[in-house]
T-cell receptor, first 116, second 112 residues
Framework: RKEVEQDPGPFNVPEGATVAFNCTYS??????FFWYRQDCRKEPKLLMS???SGNEDGRFTAQLNRASQYISLLIRDSKLSDSATYLC?????????????????FGTGTLLAVQP | ETGVTQTPRHLVMGMTNKKSLKCEQHLGHNAMYWYKQSAKKPLELMFVYSLEERVENNSVPSRFSPECPNSSHLFLHLHTLQPEDSALYLC???????????FGPGTRLTVT
């Protein structure tokens, strides 16, 4: 089983649509969670952290279900500029793998294409 | 944004060449990372330096050799690479806890 699993997509949606991405992770001891965004041929950029209580940043809402080891990202009123690959990222935490720093595990990403 | 810079942005090299990738961070971080990103694969962590000391080496072949002379600079020395090493090489930096990492634009490497 992959450490972080995402539907690769692509998700093709019209402008203004609501779209949801899901992600599952295998290590129940994972400590923190993030969504990164990566534009075509660019570097990943932190989009938002994901908290157990759920959190919202404008049109973006992230949810975490620790019991199911499941993370989601909801984008409302999608814009053309939202077209990108969305990476689900899990932090193992230094104690869980014996390292000196936290270790981020990346999913392969979900490709979103917003159509005019 | 110029928080993390990488040079060169593109590199084509033969299998017998020696080259180096450079990364510089201007964020005051004290941990730096090298990742490899190949098509259809997740980012693979290659090396981690924390406070200039290498703390993680994910069984990367010895043809890749990292160097971290100070907390702002990171190099990846390349020699006798293979075509399957062609990929996007990303540098990242973070505070020591490594939770939020900031990436450079990457070097797109092609090995011929």
């Amino acid at each position: 089983r992959k450490e972080v699993e995402q539907d690769p997509g692509p998700f093709n949606v019209p402008e203004g649509a609501t779209v949801a991405f899901n992600c599952t992770y295998s290590n129940s001891a994972s400590q923190s969670f993030f969504w990164y965004r990566q534009d075509c041929r660019k570097e990943p950029k932190l989009l938002m952290s994901v908290y157990s209580s759920g959190n919202e940043d404008g049109r973006f809402t992230a949810q975490l279900n620790r019991a199911s080891q499941y993370i989601s990202l909801l984008i409302r009123d999608s814009k053309l500029s939202d077209s990108a690959t969305y990476l689900c990222v899990v932090n193992l935490g230094r104690k869980n793998y014996g390292g000196a720093t936290n270790k981020l595990i990346f999913g392969t990403g979900t490709l979103l294409a917003v159509q005019p | 944004e110029t928080g993390v810079t990488q040079t060169p942005r593109h590199l084509v090299m033969g299998m017998t060449n020696k080259k180096s990738l450079k990364c510089e961070q201007h964020l005051g971080h004290n941990a730096m990372y090298w990742y490899k990103q190949s098509a259809k694969k997740p980012l693979e962590l290659m090396f981690v330096y924390s406070l200039e000391e290498r703390v993680e080496n994910n069984s990367v072949p010895s043809r890749f050799s990292p160097e971290c002379p100070n907390s702002s600079h990171l190099f990846l020395h390349l020699h006798t690479l293979q075509p399957e090493d062609s990929a996007l090489y990303l540098c990242a930096s973070s505070r020591e806890d490594g939770r939020e990492q900031y990436f450079g634009p990457g070097t797109r490497l092609t090995v011929t």
